[in-house]
């Protein structure tokens, strides 16, 4: 995700965090005793044998490591990677999608209806889908020369976006704002020694914050989605805060709405089940209620519950209405990461990306079906939700978010199904999920199957009127996270029990204190965030270091103040060793990776570069911080990165 915005709102259900805080705290100490030892005991390349069930040992003993000398922490405003590798700009925020007339302009005069046709502002998860080609036996073969790229395009600065910022605040603004939003498709092309976007495009597509969306599943027409302009509650206008993603083996792209709270502002009495998603009076400050008035939560109690689902998008075919699919609950999506079960069944992990929120798993009732698109094309509609429970013992439990079952009756607010689905955080707190440090992106291993899972950070674990520490989120005052892991059962994503494991825990050695040093091999990192593994089953890490939790490079850090800028590292599951491959330039953050099927292109998002926008953001300095990449105001960008020798990413 982006900066994390501070609502002021977390999760203050009745659920226990665990069974004995004194117990648990005496674990916690052990495990930070353990010191170096026990860095190299849970930051390892090898399954969870403990989860298996008469499974034989799988290693990494096939898999090549990374051979790439890392890169220094900095805090300099410039983008670095390695020693024999290159990075360069593809395409930036406000660069045009296929009309080469619709330019950037640096003064920000640029209208909605560019801004249609222009890259959106702060890029973040992303996927490539390649195109078909003919390999030399004549198969169709997945090209690493020509696909589709989709982004999301995940909030807005006003400040940059126009041209005398918010000082003055009209209709167009507001348009403008949401036709930056959303999510971007966009044809690329490998020339041989350069990729480029292809202009004009058939492909090329913007999809907004007013773009009409269909909806289906459970909740697709209930009364909680019913509005006066929408009375069949079958017809949403837009996407916002589009986070992290998704993507399906039968080919369209998953975008899911994180903290869209933040749009809305309700300054009457603010309903509980709007509190309970953060709703406030007056949002984060996009002022949209203002101009746009379904953004009003007072008058249109309704439209929050129309966001913060995941969104199916088509990118082959230009002309699709994107679909919100209600089956996978309504939470502040951080991803949705599709895998499947030996039977072919699809399953999906999501993070919901706040302090003390909870971890699910949807499972689908059908089976995935290779060409059969019409079989295909339901599978997210008609299945299971589940939220995870991590028990003290190391084991877990995933707990079905079915209506009558577990307490979720009309006794405790919930009519049907469809209300479970639209009251998803209220329906987890009920049958006790386990309280998680920020649930972020989620990965699943190649090769053991393992789920991997980043808790970015949590500063108010343990404090006073707050959920203690516990298990799966032993460290008080979280500051640099960490990263769990589980095995399924049987290695069937299906399963309803799981192994986990603290993966690693995120710090910097120097700091001396057990609570802050963490137990990482390599190089130190905090706030992970984005997680993907490539086809070899290197592990990729991005950060998030938002300004919630530390002020600003040129100021003093605290306990962030050896780390730097936010960076991107790679594990070796051979050697256990994090090593640094990026870091960005000033007040960004990495987020979005994804590579070619050949593995010798990386795609990498450089998002809100210069932030905070507090410092950053009047219309006569906006370049206070940074002025990444072609200097004068900040853009967000998409950067593709080779090898100079042509080979593999991480080698």
């Keep these: 995700m982006s900066t994390f915005h501070d609502d002021g709102m977390s999760n203050h259900s009745n659920n226990m965090s665990f069974h004995d805080v004194l117990e648990l705290n005496q674990k916690r100490r052990e495990l930070l005793k353990g010191g170096v030892a026990a860095a190299t005991a849970t930051v390892v390349g090898v399954p969870l044998l403990t989860a298996r069930s008469n499974v034989e040992a799988q290693t990494f003993t096939s898999t090549p490591g990374i051979g790439f000398k890392p890169v220094p922490a900095t805090d300099a405003d410039t983008l670095v990677v390695p020693e024999g590798y290159r990075a360069d700009v593809l395409i930036a925020w406000g660069d045009p999608i296929s009309d080469n007339l619709k330019f950037f302009r640096y003064d920000a005069t640029n209208s909605a209806e560019d801004q249609e046709q222009q890259w959106g502002m702060h890029n973040d998860g992303m996927h490539f889908f390649p195109f078909e080609e003919r390999a030399l036996l004549g198969r169709p073969v997945p090209s690493s020369r020509r696909g589709l790229l989709v982004s999301n395009h995940e909030y807005t600065d006003d400040g940059i976006l126009h041209e005398d910022g918010q000082r003055t605040w009209t209709p167009a603004k507001v348009r403008k704002s949401q036709a930056a939003h959303g999510v971007g498709i966009v044809e690329l092309l ?23 969306m269909a909806v289906s599943g459970p909740a697709k027409g209930h009364r909680l989605l019913r509005t006066a302009a929408d009375p069949a509650g079958e017809r949403i206008l837009g996407t916002i805060n589009n986070c992290a993603h998704g993507y399906t083996p039968w080919g369209t792209y998953l975008t899911c709405e994180e903290n869209f709270n933040g749009y809305f502002a309700n300054g009457a009495t603010i309903p509980a089940d709007q509190r309970r998603y ?12 203002e101009h746009d008035e379904r953004f009003n939560a007072a008058l249109h109690p309704n439209e929050p519950n129309r966001f913060g689902w995941v969104v199916e998008i088509d990118p082959f075919d230009p002309t699709s209405t994107p679909i919100k699919r209600t089956a996978l609950g309504r939470i502040k999506h951080e991803g949705a990461w599709v895998t499947l079960s030996p039977d072919n069944r699809v399953v999906v992990y999501m993070g919901d990306d706040e302090r003390f929120e909870y971890i699910y798993k949807y499972v689908s009732r059908g089976f995935f079906k290779p060409g059969d698109r019409n079989n295909n094309r339901s599978l997210l509609d008609d299945g299971t939700l589940y939220v995870a429970r991590f028990d003290e013992n190391l084991s877990g439990e995933w707990i ?16 049907d199904q469809g209300e479970v689905l639209v009251k998803t955080r209220q329906a987890a707190d009920v049958v006790g999920a386990t309280k998680m440090d920020r649930p972020e992106w989620i990965a699943v291993n190649p090769q053991t199957k393992d789920v991997y899972c ?61 609570a802050r040093a963490g137990n990482i091999n390599g190089d130190k990192f905090g706030s992970p965030d984005g997680l993907w593994f490539d086809d070899r089953g290197i592990l990729w890490v991005q950060t998030d270091i938002s300004t919630s939790i ?17 960076q991107m ?11 640094r491959f990026m870091t960005g330039p000033r007040g960004c953050e990495i987020t979005g990776v994804i590579s070619t099927p050949d593995l010798r292109t990386m795609f990498v998002n450089i998002q809100h570069p210069g932030e905070p926008a507090s410092e950053r953001l009047t219309p006569e300095n906006p370049t206070a911080i940074s002025s990444w990449p072609f200097g004068g105001r900040p853009r967000s960008a998409t950067v593709v990165i080779r090898k100079l020798d042509g080979g593999i990413i991480g080698t």
């Design 550 to 566: 530390v002020s600003r490079p040129g100021n003093e850090r605290g306990d962030y103040r050896n780390i730097g800028n936010n």
């Design 400 to 415: 079905p978010l079915v209506w009558g079952q577990n307490g979720l009756t009309p006794e405790n607010g919930f009519a």
């Design 190 to 212: 490998y020339d041989g020694s350069t990729w480029r976007v292809v202009r004009p495009s058939v492909y090329a597509r913007r999809i907004t914050g007013y773009t009409p």
């Design 454 to 514: 980043t808790l970015t950070n949590n500063d108010r674990r343990g404090n006073t009127g707050q959920p203690a520490v516990d298990a799966a989120n032993p460290r008080g005052q979280n500051v640099f996270g960490h990263i769990i892991r589980w095995a399924e059962d049987g290695q069937n994503a299906t399963a309803r029990r799981f192994r986990w494991q603290l993966f690693v825990q995120c710090g910097d050695p120097a700091l001396g204190n057990p």
């Design 278 to 289: 953060g709703i406030s009076a007056t949002g984060f400050g996009y002022r949209w209620h």
């Design 569 to 579: 590292l790679a594990y070796d599951p051979i050697s256990g060793e994090f090593r």
